[in-house]
């Protein structure tokens, strides 16, 4: 209201800067609701605010039914999960229960192969899956440290970092 009634100098800019403002919101709603059907590129920055403001949060719903399976399996598994390199770090599947030596199945970064040896030989009585969950529909294969040294594996240290970035805006908010 005080903005509106604001006259620097005699003049009604006031009105004039609500009435912007008003349409400059509904502007940018709109552009940011059509904005991924017209593929437009858009920032997303802070990502987690954004990602959550335009509807976009955490739709990706198959690893409820992969971890499902592999409590069916009999004997404890332990699941290797390899992002894609343009893998959204906002869509995470390596999360595991507490007291995680204990669990039935352990989820951890596929990390290539001189760590994964390391984890595996660690939990060396537990059954090792390979899931890939940026294929569609994402792929869980039983993993094999032999030619395993040619698959593509993610920059670790980008993903921690880019991790980092959105667990600390996370934290802010």
Same mark, same amino acid.
């Given at each position: 209201?005080?903005?509106? @009634?604001?006259?620097?100098?005699? %003049?009604?800019?006031?009105? +004039?800067?609500?009435?912007?403002?008003?349409? #400059?919101?509904?502007?940018?709603? $709109? +552009?940011? #609701?059509?904005?991924?059907?017209?593929? @437009?590129? @858009?920032?997303?920055?802070?990502?987690?605010?954004?990602?959550? *403001?335009?509807?976009?949060?955490? !739709?990706?719903? /198959?690893?409820? =039914?992969?971890?499902?399976?592999?409590?069916?399996?009999?004997?404890?598994?332990?699941?290797?999960?390899?992002?894609?390199?343009?893998?959204?770090? @906002?869509?995470?599947?390596?999360?595991?229960?507490?007291? &995680? !030596?204990? /669990?039935?199945? &352990? *989820?951890?970064?596929?990390?290539? =192969?001189?760590?994964?040896?390391? #984890? &595996?030989?660690?939990?060396? !009585?537990?059954?090792?899956?390979?899931?890939?969950?940026?294929? %569609?529909?994402?792929?869980? /294969?039983?993993?094999?440290?032999? $030619?395993?040294?040619?698959?593509?594996?993610? !920059?670790? %240290?980008? +993903?921690? /970092?880019? +991790?980092?970035?959105?667990?600390?805006?996370?934290? &802010?908010?």
């Amino acid at each position: 209201r005080h903005l509106r @009634l604001w006259q620097p100098g005699g %003049q009604p800019v006031g009105r +004039m800067l609500v009435r912007l403002t008003v349409t #400059l919101c509904v502007a940018l709603a $709109g +552009m940011r #609701l059509f904005a991924e059907p017209l593929h @437009l590129a @858009l920032p997303v920055w802070p990502a987690v605010w954004a990602y959550e *403001w335009y509807g976009r949060g955490n !739709d990706d719903d /198959s690893r409820a =039914p992969i971890e499902a399976q592999l409590e069916q399996q009999p004997g404890k598994q332990l699941v290797l999960v390899r992002y894609a390199p343009n893998h959204s770090p @906002l869509i995470e599947w390596v999360y595991n229960d507490p007291d &995680i !030596d204990h /669990s039935k199945v &352990i *989820w951890a970064w596929d990390m290539g =192969p001189a760590e994964n040896r390391e #984890l &595996i030989q660690y939990y060396k !009585d537990r059954h090792v899956w390979l899931v890939q969950p940026d294929t %569609q529909p994402a792929t869980v /294969s039983p993993y094999s440290l032999t $030619g395993q040294e040619k698959a593509p594996i993610v !920059d670790q %240290q980008k +993903m921690v /970092s880019r +991790m980092t970035k959105e667990h600390t805006l996370e934290a &802010i908010r």
